[in-house]
């Protein structure tokens, strides 16, 4: 008897481990967004710069786009991302398979030094689908990955620091990773860095990342961007 209960006990177990995770689901109410980080060799900077601008013009004429802004990493400057926002799940799809987007993918192969890691997600807090911000602007985009214990009470604390982060920025949004349900994308917009560094030292801020850092199961990643147009 003891060497059944023990065999099954290891077999829910192997089934338990077996269950992929379930995928965070998009309510209908709210937009399909997608964070995309691309890194190309350095001597490749300009040219995909071009073909991101390229890129993000076509998709602006496309059925269901709500938001297609192309960024530059302050920092390094062949490090891209992509930010999108388009009305729901099947209007990205048609995306995907849009003639510009697949001459976009096959021109950039080539310059790429790392994978296109495009990562569609639910958006949890969402401020304005408003335009790109003003010439100067601070892009801010911010990965936050929590170990699955913390995920529930990682999306309460997130949502009031985007909700905070909204009275003085021009954009604040908090998104989750489809497939990965403790991976979030924080996504900010600044006028200058005054009003950037006046948000990171607020108290509210600080007591967020207070609290957060037993619970990260990565580096706090966040990346300062410029826009591309």
């Known amino acids: 008897m003891k060497i059944l209960g023990r065999t099954l006990i290891a077999a829910a177990l192997i089934a338990a481990i077996s269950v992929p995770p379930a995928r965070a689901q998009a309510p209908a109410n709210l937009p399909a967004v997608v964070v995309t980080y691309i890194e ?72 790429r030094t790392g994978p296109y890691d495009e990562r569609p997600c639910v958006a949890l807090s969402l401020g304005a689908i408003q335009a790109a911000g003003a010439r100067g602007a601070i892009y801010v985009v911010t ?28 954009r604040f949004e908090v998104w989750q990773q489809g497939n990965r349900a403790n991976h979030f994308t924080v996504n900010e917009i600044w006028k200058t860095e005054a009003a950037l560094d006046a948000h990171l030292t607020a108290a509210a801020t600080r007591a967020f990342r207070e609290a957060l850092g037993p619970k990260n199961g990565a580096l706090y990643d966040d990346r300062r961007y410029k826009s591309l147009e």
């Open 143 to 170: 990965h936050v990955d929590v170990t699955g214990n913390f995920k529930d009470e990682t999306i309460v604390a997130l949502a009031k620091l985007a909700e905070n982060g909204r009275k003085s920025a021009e």
């Open 40 to 111: 190309v060799a350095p001597s490749a900077e300009a040219e995909a710069a071009s073909l991101l601008k390229t890129v993000a013009a076509a998709s602006r004429k496309e059925a269901g786009n709500l938001r297609f802004e192309v960024l530059q990493q302050i920092e390094r400057p062949n490090h891209f991302a992509i930010l999108e926002a388009w009305t729901d799940g099947k209007a990205f799809e048609s995306h995907g398979a849009a003639a510009a987007t697949k001459t976009f993918r096959d021109k950039l192969t080539p310059l």
